[in-house]
């Protein structure tokens, strides 16, 4: 059973620019969250998807976006990068949306925004 | 306010000494509550959540709902625990979104 992988593993942009990452789910896995980690902070809940449709989201504002595709990978798109953006972003997958349903992250993509 | 407090950034122990970590929670209902553990290179990991009631690698968590506490024990310390442990809650319903502490590094000593 393969885990949750994310792409790139490191990247560099700049300010202003606009980025995608990208994560695939573990089999058998029809939910996916992702989560921004600041250095020195406890990842933040950025938004979650559930078979294709956003099912809850924190306070980021809108240009951070995402999707999820139909065989449950999904990607995190960021629009206009400020420099406070530059983090590490995790992915999550679980079986399902409920709150017994376990998740289970991905190594993250670390995001440097100069 | 939804919030997790874990209020020490470093717990130093030395090799056998007993060893809590410290998580209290804010949430206007009944939330579920979980460790997760990060090792050197390694990802995130669930190491325990309250409901199931078990030990993890001698790891055990109560929940009080009084005091809003969900504190981490472990009666003697391994090498092997050196990481960074989060705490963090989740609240019932169709969501499984998770709300994080800012983490304890622990680190035990030889």
């Known amino acids: 059973e393969t885990g949750v992988t994310q792409s790139p593993t490191h990247l560099i942009k700049t300010r202003g620019q606009q980025v995608t990452l990208r994560c695939s789910s573990q089999?058998?896995?029809?939910?996916v969250s992702w989560y921004q980690q600041a250095l020195g902070q406890g990842p933040q809940f950025i938004f979650q998807?559930?078979?294709?449709?956003?099912?809850g989201r924190g306070n980021f504002p809108p240009r951070f976006s995402g999707l999820q595709f139909p065989n449950y990978s999904s990607e995190l798109n960021v629009n206009a990068l400020e420099l406070d953006d530059s983090a590490l972003y995790l992915c999550?997958?679980?079986?399902?949306?409920?709150?017994?349903?376990?998740?289970?992250f991905g190594p993250g993509t670390r995001l440097t925004v100069l | 306010a939804q919030r997790v407090t874990q209020p020490e950034k470093l717990l130093s122990v030395f090799k056998g000494a007993p060893v809590e970590l410290k998580c209290n929670y804010s949430?206007?209902?009944?939330?579920?509550l979980f460790w997760y553990v990060q090792y050197s290179r390694q990802r995130l990991q669930l190491l325990l959540r309250?409901?199931s009631r078990e030990s993890i690698k001698g790891f055990t968590a109560d929940l009080n709902k009084g005091e809003t506490s969900f504190h981490l024990k472990k009666p003697f310390a391994q090498e092997e625990d050196s990481a960074m442990y989060y705490c963090?809650?989740?609240?019932?319903?169709?969501?499984?979104?998770?709300?994080f502490g800012t983490g304890t590094l622990l680190a035990v000593q030889p």
């Open positions: 999550a997958s679980s079986p399902d949306r409920g709150h017994n349903n376990e998740q289970f």
């Open positions: 089999s058998g896995h029809n939910t």
């Open positions: 998807y559930y078979r294709e449709e956003e099912n």
């Open positions: 949430y206007s209902g009944s939330p579920e």
């Open positions: 309250h409901i």
């Open positions: 963090a809650l989740s609240g019932l319903g169709t969501t499984n979104k998770l709300i």
